[in-house]
């Protein structure tokens, strides 16, 4: 979800105002994930990386995040029986935001619908250093010194039980991934649109539907 800033200035508004357009955009884009009835969406709300913008911009977006999270998507959560996972570096984050992710977890333990996830504090490369510290941990225990294989790191990610993306979409005109699931996205299908993100409408993601709908996918082997 990228452009929230640049929405706003180019209407003369504080960039605050964009994250929040942004935050009821994403408000549309689980209600639009629902009604094509995709199984799994993943909202890349706030990286590792965007820890670097100064301290006001950082609270302004976690403090917007919280107040959706509390005031909207955990109600949603519990009406239509989500299943959530939130994925990034949760001690990163502000003791009220983890506050209301844990309720909203809680809350949707027995939940069977649909996964929302949230990647809130998240950054490619701490997931994989993550993982790969697990598996140190596990392996030091066991004094195990066997090589580590592909499947055994990917098991240790955030996305455990989550199946890769089949597409990813980015919003806001550049092309490139931002250390968003760097091993998860390897053979995604990968779009790209000028729109802001608080430009969000349904017919984009018909569009990008549709033209996935055509493409042979076959990861790495021959196409048929
Ligand atoms: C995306 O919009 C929102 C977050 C990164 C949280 P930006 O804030 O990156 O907006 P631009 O790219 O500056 O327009
Ligand atoms: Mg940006």
Same mark, same amino acid.
Request: charged share 25%; proline share 2%; net charge positive.
């Given at each position: 979800m990228d452009g929230n800033g640049r929405w706003a200035t180019a209407k003369g508004l504080p960039r605050t105002d964009g994250h929040e357009a942004g935050a009821r955009a994403l408000l549309r884009a689980i209600d639009v994930a629902d009604q094509l009835d995709i199984e799994y969406t993943t909202f890349y709300a706030f990286s590792t990386d965007n820890q670097k913008r100064d301290n006001q911009e950082v609270?302004?977006? #976690?403090?917007?995040?919280?107040?959706?999270?509390?005031?909207?998507?955990?109600?949603?959560?519990?009406?239509?029986?989500?299943?959530?996972?939130?994925?990034?570096?949760?001690? #990163?984050?502000?003791?009220?935001? #983890?506050?209301?992710?844990?309720?909203?977890?809680?809350?949707?333990?027995?939940?069977?619908?649909?996964?929302?996830?949230?990647?809130?504090?998240?950054?490619?490369?701490?997931? #994989?250093?993550?993982?790969?510290?697990?598996?140190?941990?596990?392996?030091?225990?066991?004094?195990?010194?066997?090589?580590?294989?592909?499947?055994?790191?990917?098991?240790?990610?955030y996305t455990i039980n989550i199946p890769d993306p089949d597409v990813v979409l980015r919003y806001g005109g550049y092309k490139r991934l931002s250390n968003f699931m760097p091993l998860q996205t390897a053979y995604s299908e990968l779009f790209f649109t000028h729109k802001l993100w608080p430009d969000f409408d349904k017919e984009d993601i018909i569009a990008v539907i549709k033209e996935y709908e055509g493409i042979k996918r076959n990861f790495g082997g021959i196409n048929a």
């Open positions: 609270g302004n977006i #976690l403090g917007i995040i919280a107040y959706f999270l509390q005031n909207y998507v955990s109600k949603t959560v519990v009406e239509r029986g989500y299943r959530v996972r939130f994925i990034g570096e949760m001690r #990163l984050l502000p003791e009220q935001l #983890l506050d209301i992710i844990n309720n909203i977890n809680k809350n949707a333990l027995n939940n069977k619908g649909k996964t929302l996830i949230f990647a809130i504090g998240y950054g490619g490369d701490a997931e #994989l250093a993550a993982a790969v510290n697990k598996i140190i941990k596990n392996r030091h225990r066991r004094l195990d010194d066997t090589p580590v294989t592909a499947e055994e790191l990917k098991s240790q990610l």
